[in-house]
C-alpha cells in the first residue's frame, strides 16, 4: 500500500513564468510526495481532470500573473462537481493582500507568497492533506 | 607567491551568487597570461573587452529605457508621457499576456489576464492609441514581444506611416528572441523551426525596408531570470545569438548586412564583480565569433551591444524599500560593465506592477547614478583589476565549453528540443533555493534580519474593466472594419507561410486592414501548429 501524499502541481492561465512551480515539485518530491507536474497553459479543466485520474490529495496552483481570481473559483467548482471535495488546494505567486480573503472563503486552504521557505510549504501540506490510511 | 593571510583562519568557503568560488586575494598571477593588446585592447578596438565605444559614455550617455506598460492603451500612453516629462529617453513596451502569446482578449484563454502583466495590444486601433502624441521620429521604441514580433512591429511600422515617418529613419529594437521562449519564459506560440523563420525574415526585411532597427534583442535576462548562474546565463544567450546568425546566413543573407542590428539584453545581477565580468566576457566573446566562426569583416558585426535590467526576481516582497538599495547596486554593476541602455525595476515589483512613484524613484536612480557618482566618466574603471579580470576569463572558458556541448548537440534548436538548458537551469535554480533554505545564502529582510509587523506599502490594482473594455471595442473594431479585405489579407498570409515568400508585407498588409493580434497569429497556427514542451523538473 502505497501511502504517500499525491501532489498535482499545476500553471494555469497564459503565463510560462514556471520556476517557482518546479523548484516547488522538486522540493515536495525530495519530501517524499508523488508529484505530477502537469507542465503550462492548463485550464482549470484540465487540471482537475488530472487530478482525478492521479487520485490527488492536493492541487498546487502557480499563479503569477493575476488571473488567480479567475482561476481559482473554477478550479473549486470543479472539484465540487466530480465530488473531490476532499482535494487540498493551494496556491503559490503573487496574490495581492484583498485577494486572500477571497480566496480563503472559496476553499482555497493554503496561500504562500513570494520568500516563503520551501519547508513551510512541505509541512503544511504534510499536516493537513487528507489521510491516505485506509484507501486502497 | 600568494601569502598565507596572518588572520584567524577561515574555514567559510566564499562563493558567488552563482556558487563559482571565491579567493580571498587575488594578484598579478591571475593575470599572467593576459596580453592587453591581444585579449583587452584600448575601447572601441578588437577584441571590446573594456567596451566597443573608444569615448565610453563621454560620447553618448546609456539610453535610460524603462519598461512599462499595463491596463488599457489610454493608460499606457499617459505613464510614456509622464516618463519622457521625467527625463526618459526611450520607450520600452511592455504588453499583456494575451498579446505575448498572440491572443484576442475575447479569446477564452485571455480571461483574466488583459492588462494585468502589460498593456493590451489587439489592433492598430490600440497601438495609434498607444503612442498617441508621440513622435515615432523623435524617440526609439523598445518592445518585449516575442512570438508576435512580426505582428506588433508591423503594426509599429503603420503607425510610423500614419505619422509620416519614414522607415529609414525609424529606430528601436524588437525583443524578437524565440529561442529563449523555449528555454526560460515559455511565451512560444510555433515549433522551433517555423518561429525561427519567422526571425530571418525580420532580417531580411530590416536590411531593405528599416536599416536603423535592432531586429532583435538576444535575451539572458529570462534565462537568468529562471534561475541560470552567470555562466550560464553568458553561455546560452551567446549561444543563441550564434544559432540566428547561423539561420540567417542559412537563409542566404550576407552577415555584414544583418549582424550589425542584432543585440543582446542581459540581466544586473547582485553579485557585482561576478556580473561586471560577464559583461566584458560577453563582449570578447562575441567579437571572435563574428570574426573567427562567421567571417564577418564588418567591425560592427563584432560589437556585442546590450541593454540591462536590474534583476526582478532578486527583489523581496518583504521589506520592499530595501529593493531600491538592491537595484541601485545592480545598475552600478551595468554602468560599470559598459550597458548600452538600462533598466531599473521599481521597488514594489515583487508585489504588483510598479506605481507612478515608484517607477519614477527607479529612474531617479539611473540619474543618479550618472550625474552624482562619477562612475560614468571613465572607461571600463575596473579594466587591470586581478580579480575582475580573472573573473572575465574564466566565466570566457565556462561559457566557451557550454558552446562545445551545445555544438555537438546539432546547435541550439536541437538542444532545446531535447530539453538540455531546461534542465541545467532548473538545476541551478534549484540548488539555489537549498542554499536559501539552509541559509548558505541570506536574503536580507527574508531569511535573516527579518522584520515584524511590516506595513503594507500601496500597490498598483489592475481592475477587471480594463478586459471589458478592450472585449467591447475588438467587438465594435470588428464591425466597422473592411472584413473582406481582411479575409483576402489573412488568406495571402497563410499561402505565404505554408511557401517561402517573407512574411512581413504579407502581415504589414493584414495590420492595414486592422486584423487583429489573434486574428493573425491564428492564421499562421493553421500553417504551423503549436509547440507544446515536455516538461522537465
Not at chain 2, 344 to 352: I, M, P, Q, R
Amino acid at each position: 500500500m502505497n501511502q504517500k501524499i499525491r501532489v498535482v502541481i499545476a500553471k494555469p492561465g497564459l503565463d510560462g513564468h514556471d520556476r517557482g512551480a518546479k523548484v516547488i515539485a522538486r522540493a515536495l518530491r525530495d519530501a517524499g510526495m508523488e508529484v505530477i507536474y502537469t507542465g503550462l497553459r492548463q485550464t482549470p479543466e484540465h487540471i482537475v481532470a488530472a487530478a482525478l485520474q492521479e487520485d490527488a490529495d492536493v492541487i498546487g496552483l502557480s499563479i503569477l500573473s493575476g488571473a488567480h481570481m479567475h482561476i481559482c473559483p473554477r478550479v473549486m467548482e470543479l472539484l465540487h462537481q466530480n465530488g473531490l471535495d476532499d482535494v487540498m488546494v493551494v496556491v503559490g505567486g503573487i496574490i495581492p493582500d484583498v485577494d486572500i480573503p477571497k480566496l480563503n472563503v472559496i476553499g482555497v486552504r493554503g496561500i504562500f507568497l513570494p520568500g516563503t521557505p520551501m519547508q513551510e510549504i512541505v509541512d503544511f501540506i504534510t499536516k493537513n492533506a487528507r489521510s491516505r490510511v485506509g484507501s486502497v | 607567491m600568494k601569502s598565507a593571510p596572518s588572520g584567524p583562519a577561515i574555514e567559510k568557503a566564499f562563493t558567488t551568487i552563482s556558487g563559482r568560488p571565491i579567493e580571498r586575494l587575488y594578484t598579478p598571477e591571475d593575470i599572467a597570461q593576459l596580453d592587453y593588446a591581444r585579449d583587452l585592447a584600448d575601447p572601441g578596438a578588437f577584441p571590446y573587452t573594456r567596451g566597443i565605444h573608444p569615448t565610453g559614455y563621454h560620447g553618448k550617455p546609456w539610453t535610460m529605457r524603462q519598461f512599462a506598460g499595463f491596463g488599457t492603451p489610454e493608460e499606457t500612453n499617459q505613464r510614456y508621457t509622464q516618463l519622457l516629462e521625467a527625463g526618459g529617453t526611450g520607450l520600452s513596451v511592455a504588453f499583456d499576456l494575451p498579446t505575448l502569446m498572440g491572443r484576442d482578449p475575447d479569446d477564452a484563454l485571455s480571461l483574466g489576464e488583459v492588462g494585468k502583466c502589460g498593456v493590451s495590444v489587439a489592433s492598430l486601433a490600440d497601438m495609434e492609441t498607444l503612442f498617441s502624441g508621440i513622435d515615432l521620429g523623435a524617440i526609439t521604441t523598445s518592445m518585449t514581444i516575442n512570438s508576435p514580433a512580426s505582428m506588433i512591429f508591423a503594426m509599429y511600422l503603420v503607425v510610423a506611416e500614419k505619422q509620416g515617418v519614414s522607415w529609414q529613419t525609424l529606430s528601436g529594437t524588437l525583443q524578437n528572441d524565440i529561442l529563449k521562449e523555449f528555454i526560460a519564459q515559455k511565451e512560444y506560440i510555433y515549433p522551433p523551426r517555423p518561429s525561427m523563420r519567422l526571425i530571418t525574415d525580420i532580417f531580411a526585411f530590416c536590411m531593405e525596408q528599416v536599416p536603423k532597427w535592432n531586429t532583435i534583442s538576444v535575451s539572458g535576462y529570462h534565462i537568468r531570470e529562471a534561475g541560470a548562474t552567470a555562466a550560464q546565463e553568458l553561455a546560452f544567450t551567446l549561444r543563441d545569438g550564434i544559432e540566428y546568425v547561423q539561420y540567417g546566413v542559412d537563409a542566404g543573407l550576407d552577415v555584414d548586412a544583418f549582424a550589425p542590428r542584432i543585440s543582446f539584453f542581459f540581466n544586473a545581477h547582485s553579485d557585482f564583480f561576478e556580473e561586471i565580468a560577464k559583461y566584458r566576457a560577453a563582449r570578447r566573446i562575441w567579437a571572435h565569433v563574428m570574426r573567427e566562426r562567421f567571417k564577418a569583416s564588418n567591425p560592427r558585426s563584432w560589437q556585442l551591444r546590450f541593454h540591462t535590467q536590474t534583476a526582478g526576481v532578486s527583489l523581496t516582497a518583504q521589506q520592499p524599500y530595501n529593493n531600491v538599495v538592491r537595484t541601485a547596486l545592480q545598475a552600478m554593476a551595468g554602468v560599470l560593465g559598459g550597458t548600452q541602455s538600462l533598466h531599473t525595476n521599481s521597488l514594489d515589483e515583487a508585489l504588483a506592477l510598479p506605481t507612478a512613484e515608484a517607477a519614477t524613484l527607479a529612474l531617479r536612480t539611473q540619474q543618479i547614478i550618472a550625474h552624482e557618482t562619477g562612475v560614468a566618466d571613465i572607461v571600463d574603471p575596473l579594466g587591470g583589476s586581478y580579480f575582475v579580470e580573472r573573473l572575465t576569463r574564466d566565466l570566457e572558458a565556462e561559457a566557451l565549453a557550454y558552446f562545445d556541448t551545445i555544438d555537438r548537440m546539432g546547435g541550439m534548436v536541437e538542444a532545446v528540443e531535447r530539453g538540455y538548458p531546461q534542465k541545467e537551469i532548473a538545476e541551478s535554480a534549484y540548488r539555489f533555493q537549498q542554499a536559501v533554505e539552509s541559509r548558505e545564502q541570506l536574503i536580507v529582510g527574508v531569511n535573516d534580519f527579518v522584520a515584524v509587523g511590516e506595513r503594507p506599502i500601496v500597490t498598483l490594482y489592475i481592475d477587471e474593466s480594463v478586459g471589458e473594455k478592450q472585449v467591447r471595442q475588438l467587438v465594435q473594431l470588428r464591425a466597422t472594419r473592411d472584413n473582406a479585405r481582411v479575409e483576402r489579407a489573412l488568406n495571402a498570409l497563410k499561402a505565404g507561410a505554408a511557401g517561402v515568400e517573407n512574411t512581413m508585407p504579407l502581415l504589414i498588409e493584414a495590420v492595414r486592414a486592422y486584423a487583429t493580434v489573434g486574428e493573425m497569429c491564428n492564421a499562421l497556427r493553421e500553417v504551423w501548429g503549436e509547440y507544446e514542451e515536455s516538461p522537465v523538473i
